[in-house]
Structure formats: structure tokens, C-alpha cells
């Protein structure tokens, strides 16, 4: 942890760098052209020696005017702006367009900056800070209005290329002053405001078919009468107009406590659907985050197609979370449910039995990850009115050709891209733990009368 943390400090170190690596690399040729000619120009006065000597003069001399014009013109407006700022005369304002791209893998950034001039011939570069310390790439605005040369606002936009489903919280962000030959590049923070969460994309499957079992209102009429509020599912105190068959002696004899089963009733009517799902964790810890984030993304992704499958069907649908979240002002419910599903993680306190309620629930999604123990005790006790939709994260990746090896051994792949996490993948022992709790829920599918769908 101390060294990641050391790292991340000496990479914060350098975002503030006034220099950039065009710099370095300028400066880096000179010296060795200028070390190269000395060397083949040590010879007595001659006509091509003061030639020469002359080449390397105007050379520097030129270069050098070249520097002074960058580093001045990428100066002097950052010191303006920290004066502006200084005296809380500056703003950065990020917005964040509603209802655009959020089913794709961008996100749109409307960026305004007041009380900023570019550099002479320059740019205005920039990144984000978001989620406590994490910080973007350096990105270039798009100027939706072509500001004058002493205008005093930047206006633009830039296109986010996004991945993960879930909330980010902007904090602030780094603006660079850069010259016109990016030789230079000075650097402040600003603080900025803004929220946003990135929605599941759509995914493919194939239609559930799921009737009613919660009754709220009695206006909704279904085909098949179901058991509710009955037998096996609440019990009362003993009272003294009780039968005594109906008492559980299972329940005398661990706790000494008289309780009757609650008679089944024969209901006409159900009115929502309620719909379950699991972010219980028991496989996979920290150590395989990576490969969390990715499992979680391809779970959120098919329980929200599901879910938006369903409220197509003109059905009155209730989600059930298993876990708190921020509360999310909006008037659509649909809406509302995207967003708790896009900022749910994986958690170990709330397991499937405490979560899942046979009485109302109509529809369960469940993982890989979930225990294969707690999902026999669920099937034991349900039977055709629940839906459960099955999700097995090992199809986050796709399998590993033997091209993909080839690639691994002599083309080295980027950070943490989708290839070489999905080869860590099949080299890790998260792996096989997944695909053998996987098989054994499965079997305890095949054996199971609900309907089953699995992804």
C-alpha cells in the first residue's frame, strides 16, 4: 500500500511538471548535434570551421528565442488567471448534459472557465479529478464559441470515454497553459462541483414471462390464483380460539414458545411484480479488483435489461435493493431504479436468505458469486411463481484463443487493458473457484421447477 501510494504521489508531482516532454527531447538534440559538430569542427581556421561555428550561433540563438516566446506566452496568462483566482474572481463550472450518452461508452463534459486568457497562439488543456484522487487523461476542450484574443471565458466541450457503470463525483480540476510548440505547460487546480452516474448499456436476452405475486391493490385481476399470506410462510402467537393442530412444535421445543401457522388464503388478485437482486459476494475479495469491476458492470448490466424488459410489459414493477443508496431526486421511477442499480457494489453483509422474501418476491437475479448453499435453500422453498435469472460472470470475458497467448507472449498489452486482465483472468484461482460454484448452481437449476433463465 505504500508503495502504490508513493506512486500515485509521485505521479500527482508530475501532472504539476512545468515542463513537457517535447522539452526534454529539443533540448536532449541540441546538445548532442551541437557536442557532434564541435567534434568534427575541431580543425584549424578554416572557411568551413566559421561556417559551421556561424550554424551553431544562429542555431542556438534562434532556438533559444523560440523558448523565451513559448515560456512567455504559456507565463504570463497562468500568472493572470492565479491572480483571478486569487482574488475569487475565477470560476470552473462542469455540467453534465441529462439524457445524452448514457448508454454509451462516452460521456459528454460541458466545461466553462471564466476569467481565463489562452495563450498566445496556445492551448488550454485540461483533466478531471473525481472519486477522491483519481484523475482523468489530459484532454483538449472542444470550443463550442471561438473566443476572441483577450476574450476572458473558455466554453467548450469534451467527449469522456467512460467504462465502468457507476457514480462519479467530480471534485475539481487541473487547467494547463501550454505554448503553440507544447514546450511549456503550466498548471493549476480549481475546484468544480458535478455529478454524474453512467447507466448499463442494453443487453440482449431472451423475454421473461412473469406474473403478479405481491398484492397492493386489488383492481388487477391475474389468470392463475396464487397462495398468499398462508401456510409456511407467517406465523402468529397462539391464541386461545387457535386450533391446536396448527401449533409448530419445532418451534415449542427449540424456544418454548406456542405458534400457529397463519392459514393459507386462496387471492383472485396481485397487482406488482417484485424484483430481487443479489450483490452478495462470498468468492472473490480485494485482492481481484480488477476483475470485480468488471463481473459487476456485466451483472448491473443484465439485471437493468431485465428490469427495463419488464417495465415495457406495462407491468407494475417494485425493485428491491439489497444494499443503501444516495437518494436520487427524480420524478421517474424507471430512473430512479437505473440509478440505484448503476451505483450498487458488492457486498457481504446482507446474504441471499436475510435478502430474498418467497412471499413477494416474483423475479431473483443472482451471480457466481452468490452461495450455492443459500440458493438450494431458496429453491426448496419456491416453486413455479419465481423467476430466477441466473447470471454467470465468467461471460464478462471471452474466452482466451490461442492468438491471444501468441499476443501475450511478444506484444505486451497496455495497463489495465480488457486483454491482459482477461488473461489474468484465466491464469488466477478466482477462475476455477467461479466456474465450479457455477456448475453446482446450475445443477440445482436443472432440478428446480422455477422458471429459469440463464445469462
Known amino acids: 500500500m505504500k508503495i502504490a501510494a508513493i506512486r500515485n504521489s509521485i505521479r500527482r508531482i508530475g501532472y504539476l511538471l512545468p515542463f513537457r516532454l517535447h522539452l526534454a527531447v529539443l533540448l536532449l538534440i541540441l546538445v548532442w548535434a551541437a557536442s557532434w559538430l564541435q567534434k568534427t569542427n575541431a580543425l584549424p581556421e578554416t572557411s568551413r570551421t566559421a561556417i559551421i561555428a556561424l550554424f551553431i550561433s544562429v542555431t542556438f540563438w534562434f532556438t533559444f528565442s523560440i523558448l523565451i516566446f513559448s515560456f512567455v506566452t504559456a507565463l504570463v496568462p497562468w500568472l493572470l488567471f492565479l491572480l483571478n483566482k486569487k482574488n475569487?474572481?475565477?470560476?470552473?463550472?462542469?455540467?453534465?448534459?441529462?439524457?445524452?450518452?448514457?448508454?454509451?461508452?462516452?460521456?459528454?463534459?460541458?466545461?466553462?472557465?471564466?476569467?481565463?486568457?489562452?495563450?498566445?497562439?496556445?492551448?488550454?488543456?485540461?483533466?478531471?479529478?473525481?472519486?477522491?484522487?483519481?484523475?482523468?487523461?489530459k484532454f483538449l476542450p472542444v470550443l463550442k464559441r471561438n473566443p476572441s484574443l483577450f476574450s476572458s471565458d473558455v466554453y467548450g466541450q469534451y467527449t469522456w470515454p467512460i467504462t465502468n457503470v457507476k457514480e462519479y463525483d467530480i471534485t475539481s480540476g487541473v487547467i494547463y497553459f501550454e505554448d503553440f510548440f507544447q514546450f511549456f505547460s503550466f498548471a493549476t487546480q480549481h475546484a468544480a462541483k458535478s455529478k454524474f452516474f453512467k447507466a448499463p448499456p442494453r443487453f440482449n436476452s431472451r423475454e421473461l414471462i412473469v406474473q403478479p405475486k405481491r398484492t397492493e391493490e386489488t383492481n388487477t385481476r391475474i389468470e392463475e390464483i396464487r397462495k398468499v399470506e398462508g401456510e409456511f410462510l407467517n406465523y402468529k402467537n397462539f391464541e386461545d380460539n387457535d386450533d391446536v393442530r396448527r401449533i409448530v412444535w419445532k418451534i415449542y421445543a427449540k424456544n418454548k414458545e406456542l405458534v400457529v401457522r397463519i392459514p393459507e388464503t386462496n387471492d383472485p388478485y396481485a397487482s406488482h411484480i417484485y424484483f430481487y437482486a443479489s450483490f452478495h459476494n462470498t468468492l472473490s475479495g480485494d485482492l481481484y479488483e480488477n476483475f470485480n469491476t468488471i463481473f459487476l458492470d456485466y451483472f448491473k448490466?443484465?439485471?437493468?435489461?431485465?428490469?427495463?424488459?419488464?417495465?415495457?410489459?406495462?407491468?407494475?414493477?417494485?425493485?428491491?435493493?439489497?444494499?443503501?443508496?444516495?437518494?436520487?431526486?427524480?420524478?421517474?421511477?424507471?430512473?430512479?431504479?437505473?440509478?440505484?442499480?448503476?451505483?450498487?457494489?458488492?457486498?457481504?453483509?446482507?446474504?441471499?436468505?436475510?435478502?430474498?422474501?418467497?412471499?413477494?418476491?416474483?423475479?431473483?437475479?443472482?451471480?457466481?458469486?452468490?452461495?450455492?448453499?443459500?440458493?438450494?435453500?431458496?429453491?426448496?422453498?419456491?416453486?413455479?411463481?419465481?423467476?430466477?435469472?441466473?447470471?454467470?460472470?465468467?461471460?464478462?470475458?471471452?474466452?482466451?484463443?490461442?492468438?491471444?497467448?501468441?499476443?501475450?507472449?511478444?506484444?505486451?498489452?497496455?495497463?489495465?487493458?480488457?486483454?491482459?486482465?482477461?488473461?489474468?483472468?484465466?491464469?488466477?484461482?478466482?477462475?476455477?473457484?467461479?466456474?465450479?460454484?457455477?456448475?453446482?448452481?446450475?445443477?440445482?437449476?436443472?432440478?428446480?421447477d422455477c422458471e429459469i433463465l440463464i445469462v
Not at 406495462?314 to 444494499?323: E, M
Not at 430466477?388 to 492468438?403: D, G, H, P, R, Y
Open 88 to 137: 475569487n474572481v475565477t470560476s470552473l463550472d462542469i455540467q453534465i448534459p441529462q439524457g445524452e450518452n448514457s448508454l454509451s461508452e462516452k460521456q459528454d463534459v460541458v466545461i466553462s472557465i471564466k476569467k481565463i486568457i489562452k495563450p498566445l497562439f496556445g492551448y488550454i488543456r485540461m483533466r478531471l479529478i473525481y472519486d477522491g484522487h483519481t484523475i482523468s487523461k
Open 301 to 448: 448490466t443484465v439485471v437493468w435489461s431485465n428490469y427495463e424488459q419488464l417495465s415495457r410489459q406495462n407491468v407494475l414493477l417494485q425493485f428491491i435493493p439489497d444494499q443503501q443508496s444516495k437518494n436520487y431526486f427524480a420524478d421517474d421511477v424507471l430512473q430512479k431504479v437505473k440509478y440505484i442499480i448503476s451505483t450498487a457494489s458488492w457486498q457481504q453483509n446482507n446474504d441471499l436468505v436475510q435478502y430474498f422474501n418467497q412471499a413477494n418476491a416474483s423475479v431473483l437475479c443472482i451471480s457466481s458469486f452468490n452461495d450455492a448453499k443459500q440458493v438450494a435453500e431458496i429453491l426448496e422453498r419456491s416453486g413455479r411463481g419465481l423467476a430466477v435469472v441466473f447470471i454467470e460472470l465468467s461471460n464478462s470475458f471471452e474466452k482466451a484463443k490461442v492468438t491471444d497467448w501468441f499476443q501475450w507472449l511478444f506484444i505486451k498489452p497496455q495497463g489495465n487493458s480488457q486483454e491482459k486482465l482477461k488473461l489474468s483472468y484465466n491464469l488466477s484461482p478466482l477462475k476455477r473457484k467461479m466456474i465450479d460454484n457455477e456448475k453446482a448452481i446450475k445443477n440445482l437449476l436443472d432440478k428446480s
